[in-house]
């Protein structure tokens, strides 16, 4: 009995916690749990996407499932998630300022041009707006998952041909700011995100242009069903990732220049660096990875997109019809001045 009681008293200081929280915050929370989840189930292929985008001779030789033989020989297991933290670190707060942007700038369109209505321009323009926001905000967190992700730690007591063995140069998160802020100041921590933002201006605009679109053809009475969530999203990062994978390679280039032997030129510009990669790696690099950032990006968005929505339904946030019809309930009523 008195477990019960505690139980529903329990569930009744939740019920207060939710319905006390702004919609802004709910939308935070769900982006957060949603990108962090999404992010850690495709660690694994993220790594070897970074390790094929930056270490072409050493992983494209050997291909796909020869990468994976070679990480788990050398690293073991948790080498498939070297720079996952850094990773998780980074998605969280990002994914979380992406959706929540996302929203509010949608919110804040229709309020300002409420002649714009609700079709693919107003997906576009406030998806774009959110990846930006978001990129600037946590891209140093990105910049250095990508410096511990490069980095190949050989065994001790395995060695297989063919993998170069290197000293570890950041033992942790920490680490690696402090030494990149030593060594390139707080420019260091925003190497190559032009690129990025050249690139999350469509990709994340079309992403949810897409996933938006594909669920209004969507039956009312399937619009709650996971699989029909899972395949809008699927689809909608699938088409977005192809248009801006070129400025993906250049971004990881970009990063990671200083810890590579091989390049005995600076690398500058973006521009400047996307035709020294098609110049001397051959414009095929340029799309180096992307058969596995596809089967990244599939569950990854997919995942996204669905955990959002439920974390969202779970906490209570109104659905967008409702939100958005009081919205123009306010753009509809006459102004006091008028």
Same mark, same amino acid.
């Given at each position: 009995?008195?477990?019960?009681?505690?139980?529903?008293?329990?569930?009744?200081?939740?019920?207060?916690?939710?319905?006390?929280?702004?919609?802004?915050?709910?939308?935070?929370?769900?982006?957060?749990?949603?990108?962090?989840?999404?992010?850690?189930?495709?660690?694994?292929?993220?790594?070897?996407?970074?390790?094929?985008?930056?270490?072409?001779?050493?992983?494209?030789?050997?291909?796909?499932?020869?990468?994976?033989?070679?990480?788990?020989?050398?690293?073991?297991?948790?080498?498939?998630?070297?720079?996952?933290?850094?990773?998780?670190?980074?998605?969280?707060?990002?994914?979380?300022?992406?959706?929540?942007?996302?929203?509010?700038?949608?919110?804040?369109?229709?309020?300002?041009?409420?002649?714009?209505?609700?079709?693919? =321009?107003?997906?576009? /323009?406030? +998806?774009?707006? &959110? %990846?930006?926001?978001?990129?600037?905000?946590? $891209? #140093? !967190? *990105?910049? @250095?998952?990508?410096?511990?992700?490069?980095?190949?730690?050989?065994?001790?007591?395995?060695?297989?041909?063919?993998?170069?063995?290197?000293?570890?140069?950041?033992?942790?998160?920490?680490?690696?700011?402090?030494?990149?802020?030593?060594?390139?100041?707080?420019?260091?921590?925003?190497?190559?995100?032009?690129?990025?933002?050249?690139?999350?201006?469509?990709?994340?605009?079309?992403?949810?242009?897409?996933?938006?679109?594909?669920?209004?053809?969507?039956?009312?009475?399937?619009?709650?069903?996971? =699989?029909?969530?899972? /395949?809008? +999203?699927?689809? &909608? %990062?699938?088409?977005?990732?192809?248009?801006? $994978? #070129? !400025? *993906?390679? @250049?971004?990881?280039?970009?990063?990671?220049?200083?810890?590579?032997?091989?390049?005995?030129?600076?690398?500058?510009?973006?521009?400047?660096?996307?035709?020294?990669?098609?110049?001397?790696?051959?414009?095929?690099?340029?799309?180096?990875?992307?058969?596995?950032?596809?089967?990244?990006?599939?569950?990854?968005?997919?995942?996204?997109?669905?955990?959002?929505?439920?974390?969202?339904?779970?906490?209570?946030?109104?659905?967008?019809?409702?939100?958005?019809?009081?919205?123009?309930?306010?753009?509809?009523?006459?102004?006091?001045?008028?």
């Amino acid at each position: 009995m008195a477990k019960k009681r505690e139980e529903r008293e329990m569930g009744m200081l939740l019920d207060e916690i939710i319905e006390g929280m702004p919609l802004f915050a709910k939308e935070l929370v769900a982006g957060g749990v949603a990108g962090g989840f999404a992010k850690t189930v495709v660690a694994p292929l993220e790594r070897v996407k970074i390790l094929f985008q930056t270490r072409r001779d050493e992983f494209k030789a050997v291909g796909l499932f020869g990468s994976f033989q070679k990480i788990s020989h050398t690293e073991g297991v948790m080498g498939f998630y070297r720079g996952n933290g850094a990773s998780v670190a980074r998605i969280v707060p990002y994914a979380a300022l992406h959706y929540m942007t996302y929203e509010q700038y949608r919110r804040w369109i229709i309020l300002r041009v409420p002649d714009i209505g609700r079709g693919p =321009v107003l997906d576009l /323009v406030a +998806g774009s707006f &959110a %990846g930006g926001t978001a990129v600037l905000l946590t $891209y #140093p !967190l *990105d910049l @250095v998952r990508t410096k511990l992700a490069y980095q190949i730690v050989s065994s001790s007591t395995v060695n297989i041909h063919g993998v170069v063995g290197m000293e570890q140069v950041y033992k942790g998160i920490r680490d690696c700011f402090s030494k990149t802020l030593k060594e390139s100041g707080l420019r260091g921590l925003y190497r190559g995100v032009a690129p990025s933002l050249y690139g999350i201006f469509p990709y994340a605009g079309l992403k949810f242009y897409f996933y938006e679109e594909m669920k209004r053809h969507v039956p009312e009475e399937r619009k709650k069903d996971i =699989v029909v969530k899972m /395949v809008c +999203g699927s689809v &909608a %990062g699938l088409l977005g990732q192809t248009f801006t $994978y #070129p !400025l *993906d390679v @250049v971004r990881r280039q970009m990063q990671v220049q200083r810890l590579s032997v091989s390049n005995n030129a600076e690398l500058k510009g973006t521009m400047e660096t996307l035709v020294m990669i098609a110049q001397n790696q051959g414009w095929k690099q340029l799309f180096s990875g992307l058969s596995i950032n596809y089967l990244k990006v599939v569950p990854s968005v997919a995942i996204g997109f669905t955990v959002y929505d439920l974390v969202k339904a779970s906490l209570r946030v109104p659905s967008r019809d409702v939100i958005e019809a009081v919205t123009d309930k306010r753009n509809s009523q006459p102004s006091l001045h008028s």
